[in-house]
């Protein structure tokens, strides 16, 4: 943790056991990378794999994608924060309170940790968005959720390549 070479680069450690992910984990140098704990590892495992991993002085990013009512979206984003992981990050769609309200728990607690906001999940097209009665097209969603996560005045957005513009 708290490298002092900041790497933009970022190895996910998802579909793995734990004790796969920690024998990679101790295959790196945690400061030419940190590494990304997903749902399935955490899930597995719990806090106790972002534990290890900061044992071994990795930055970690816990990717579990936050999206609740705003009270709930919070909270978890609190305990990720109390955690130690470096980034955290919600759904967009959660909307705009429950993400700015995630931020302000997060400078209340003095946390430095990063939040940023999923838009469109990257396996979804436009015939998927429609099926959820977003009719406007994928572009126009991500672009307004992006929006939407500036206003919060998150750190950051997730969205697929070919929609970063």
């Given at each position: 943790?708290?490298?002092t070479i900041?790497?933009?680069?970022?190895v996910a450690l998802?579909n793995?056991?734990?004790?796969?992910?920690?024998?990679?984990a101790?295959?790196?140098?945690?400061?030419?990378?940190?590494?990304?704990?997903?749902?399935?590892?955490?899930?597995?495992?719990?806090?106790?794999i972002?534990?290890?991993?900061?044992?071994?002085?990795?930055?970690?990013?816990l990717?579990?994608?936050?999206h609740?009512?705003?009270?709930?979206t919070?909270?978890?984003?609190l305990?990720?924060a109390?955690?130690?992981?470096?980034?955290?990050?919600?759904?967009?769609?959660?909307?705009?309170?429950?993400?700015?309200?995630?931020?302000?728990?997060?400078?209340?607690?003095n946390f430095?940790?990063?939040l940023?906001?999923?838009?469109?999940?990257t396996?979804m097209?436009?015939?998927?968005?429609?099926?959820t009665?977003?009719?406007?097209?994928?572009?126009?969603?991500?672009?307004?959720?992006a929006?939407l996560?500036?206003q919060a005045?998150?750190?950051?957005?997730?969205c697929?390549?070919?929609?970063?513009?």
């Open positions: 943790m708290n490298n900041h790497s933009p680069v970022v998802d793995m056991t734990k004790n796969a992910s920690l024998a990679l101790d295959q790196l140098d945690p400061a030419l990378c940190r590494l990304k704990v997903g749902k399935e590892l955490f899930t597995r495992c719990g806090p106790d972002v534990k290890a991993l900061h044992q071994r002085d990795f930055d970690v990013f990717d579990l994608k936050f609740d009512i705003p009270n709930t919070a909270q978890a984003v305990a990720a109390e955690l130690g992981v470096w980034m955290v990050n919600v759904h967009a769609s959660a909307g705009l309170e429950a993400m700015s309200l995630a931020k302000q728990r997060l400078s209340d607690g430095e940790t990063l940023i906001a999923v838009t469109v999940l396996s097209d436009n015939q998927a968005l429609t099926q009665g977003i009719t406007d097209g994928l572009d126009a969603q991500v672009s307004r959720l929006q996560t500036k005045g998150l750190d950051g957005v997730v697929s390549a070919q929609e970063a513009k």
